[in-house]
């Protein structure tokens, strides 16, 4: 029984690790791209492996999506070094200035796979646009609504 809880107390603290590391990562890129990150500077920073571990190239296509997704890291490959699609719904093709709020979401997913969890991606993209998380949270919830 004592070994339980020691695996059960080792997964948090991997999850606390890990989300202090995101933090990390997220505030590392805005200091290096500058405090208030736009969509030029978030694009640029797809293209900078200190930032974006693979090549990702962005697509506006909702074929890939989950009805209310608002956009997902389609892998092009077997291997994740072969690069991501992100795909975001073509509904936000036009708002460019929101770019920021949906990329920045799926960074840590597409450096580090399936072991981000919403609270991650949610820290992370905070973190790096210089917002709280919940008001982070909301602005996603709201741009998701707004696909009907």
Same mark, same amino acid.
């Given at each position: 029984?004592? &070994?339980?809880? %020691? @695996?059960?107390?080792? /997964? &948090? %603290?991997?999850? &606390?690790?890990?989300?202090?590391?995101?933090?990390?990562?997220?505030?590392?890129?805005?200091?290096?791209?500058?405090?208030?990150?736009?969509?030029?500077?978030?694009?640029?920073?797809? @293209?900078?492996?200190?930032?974006?571990?693979?090549?990702?190239?962005?697509?506006? @296509?909702?074929? !890939?999506?989950?009805?209310?997704?608002? /956009?997902? !890291?389609? !892998?092009?490959?077997?291997?994740?070094?072969?690069?991501? /699609?992100?795909?975001?719904?073509? %509904?936000?093709?036009?708002?460019?200035?929101?770019?920021?709020?949906?990329?920045?979401?799926?960074?840590?997913?597409?450096?580090?796979?399936?072991?981000?969890?919403?609270?991650?991606?949610?820290?992370?993209? /905070?973190?790096?646009?210089?917002? &709280?998380? @919940?008001?982070?949270?909301?602005?996603?919830?709201?741009?998701?609504?707004?696909?009907?």
């Amino acid at each position: 029984m004592g &070994e339980l809880a %020691h @695996d059960e107390i080792s /997964a &948090e %603290h991997a999850i &606390e690790a890990l989300h202090a590391h995101l933090a990390d990562k997220a505030m590392t890129a805005r200091l290096t791209y500058g405090l208030h990150i736009d969509t030029e500077s978030i694009l640029r920073m797809l @293209d900078d492996r200190d930032v974006v571990r693979y090549p990702t190239e962005l697509v506006f @296509d909702a074929g !890939p999506l989950q009805p209310h997704e608002f /956009a997902y !890291p389609q !892998p092009v490959g077997f291997h994740a070094g072969d690069g991501y /699609a992100l795909c975001i719904h073509p %509904h936000f093709q036009p708002q460019r200035e929101i770019w920021p709020l949906l990329i920045a979401y799926h960074i840590p997913v597409i450096n580090y796979g399936a072991i981000v969890d919403t609270t991650g991606a949610e820290l992370y993209g /905070a973190t790096l646009l210089g917002l &709280e998380v @919940d008001t982070y949270y909301a602005a996603l919830c709201e741009l998701t609504d707004s696909l009907g």
